[in-house]
């Protein structure tokens, strides 16, 4: 079974600092999706991860996959209050059919304060 | 501009009625669709996995009959829950995806039970 293990849970954090949030599992998975909430709406998707070694940034968000270690990290750079919102990640496993189930951590609430 | 439609946004019922929500793939042919449940503060947890065409495979726990799930097409995707009760009180969220497409996720349902 397919476990997901993100942390922190919760993040408080000041305006212009840099955090990391992890995301580790469990089975090998070389698709990995990073995902961010806000509260009453559904998912907004930020990165798709594809491969070993893979890097993606937008904007001050910047996540990585390391498919060896069964890690992917998503990396805040300078944050501001509009970062503000619960972020997911989810490891795809090949459910057939040409498409992918999803298993979702338990996401990180992030708050950046002034 | 949203790939997959969800209806309705809001709905509020009382106990011991069904509802039915609607998952619409908008501008590609979903061959497989996932429904999720959030509950308040929770991740995502997967409830079925539909193919077009087929029964739909249930996540341990998940009642089926109470669940009912159709896929008739390749765009269109329901989830029926019947008899609800307060308990089914939830965030419905369902995705599609196809091929090596990443899942996009409709706007999801607030369902409330009195």
């Known amino acids: 079974e397919l476990k997901v293990e993100q942390n922190p849970l919760f993040l408080s954090m000041q305006e212009g600092k840099n955090y990391t949030i992890y995301c580790n599992y469990s089975?090998?998975?070389?698709?990995l999706y990073w995902y961010r909430q806000d509260p009453g709406k559904s998912l907004e998707s930020l990165f798709v991860?594809?491969?070993?070694?893979a890097v993606k940034q937008e904007g001050r968000l910047m996540a990585s996959l390391d498919t060896k270690a069964r890690l992917s990290t998503l990396h805040i750079t300078a944050a501001v209050h509009d970062l503000s919102a619960t972020y997911f990640c989810?490891?795809?496993?090949?459910?057939?059919?040409?498409?992918?189930?999803?298993?979702f951590g338990k996401g990180t609430k992030l708050s950046v304060i002034p | 501009g949203a790939v997959v439609s969800q209806h309705p946004s809001w709905v509020i019922c009382k106990s011991g009625t069904s509802v039915k929500i609607e998952c619409r793939s908008l501008?590609?042919?979903?061959?497989?669709m996932f429904w999720y449940r959030q509950f308040p503060k929770q991740s995502l947890m997967l409830m079925a996995t539909?193919?077009?065409?087929?029964?739909?495979?249930?996540e341990q726990g998940v009642e089926k009959d109470k669940f009912l799930i159709n896929h008739a097409s390749l765009t269109l995707s329901t989830l029926t829950v019947t008899s609800a009760h307060p308990e089914d009180s939830s965030f419905y969220i369902c995705?599609?995806?196809?091929?090596?497409?990443?899942?996009?996720f409709g706007n999801g349902t607030r369902l409330t039970v009195t």
């Open positions: 995705s599609a995806g196809s091929g090596n497409s990443p899942l996009h």
């Open positions: 089975t090998t998975s070389d698709r």
């Open positions: 991860l594809l491969s070993n070694g």
């Open positions: 989810a490891v795809a496993e090949n459910s057939g059919a040409g498409s992918y189930q999803l298993t």
């Open positions: 501008d590609f042919q979903a061959t497989t």
């Open positions: 539909s193919n077009e065409g087929s029964k739909a495979t249930y």
